[in-house]
């Protein structure tokens, strides 16, 4: 998995294909959006080979079922998310672990792990208000931002390796 | 207030003085941070003439006291925040319409108007996980966005624009 991390990332399912060497590229969803288009980008995509998740809450079954699809194909991911979210009921998370994807919490009561974020191959952020739930998907007024900014990447790749460790302690 | 809209935005709280004119400049705000930099961006920075904001939840009196202030001193202010977090214990919404603040929530029960975002002159937008709470500030793990993006500024002007017609109906 290591060639495919140096190649740039692509995707198929919103618009960085022809663009993609442009300086900055970016673009917005806003949901509720019936058409779910939130789930090939959390879970699908098979070029991307190495996925940073870092979300408060993931309850969604469909963008789960892609997170598991895409481990199985070999994707490496490791999710880091709210300790209560974790443990509430029809939270996707435990599950992910149960299949094998590495999983860490802020492991405090008080104190959320709020953030909403994802990288893929270090070189897409996905960011936003969009927490992981069906709900956000069809019923709430929300959005996500996608970027190749490498200011922005590797800024929350920043972030998620120091959560990553410091969850580690916990 | 006409006349500074025109104007290029410059903040004193963010590193946008000297890069402004640059294709695009992003800073990122991580949370916690005691020195809550989220202040001034929320409500102070008196070069700035409308501001736009769109979040799930005001109770920060901090924040709330900076929005009043920029209010004062005539700063075009709308809102827009979810139903059920204006009606909510601690909601600063309500004292801020009070004030003469422009104000609309979504109006439904189910569904969270959960954006979190907001637009400083069409110039500069602030978006990520963060909502204006004192908590957000000082308790949790959360990321605040701050860009010059021509692209993302005019694509969430649209999005605010779209809600507040939208919840006007309501
Ligand atoms: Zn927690
Ligand atoms: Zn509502």
New binding site residues.
Partial sequence: MGVCCSQPARSGSYDFKSNYAAPIVENVLFFPDGKMPCRSIMGGNNVVCKRDVCVFTITCNEIADEISAAHKRGVRVRIIT???QRAAQGSDVDRLKAEGIAVRD?G??S???HHKFAILDKTILLNGSFNWTRHAVLGNYENIVVSNSTMLCSTFQGQFEELWLKFDKA
Same sequence: chains 1, 2.
């Fill in positions: 709210d300790d209560a802020d405090v009561i104190g959320y792990m």
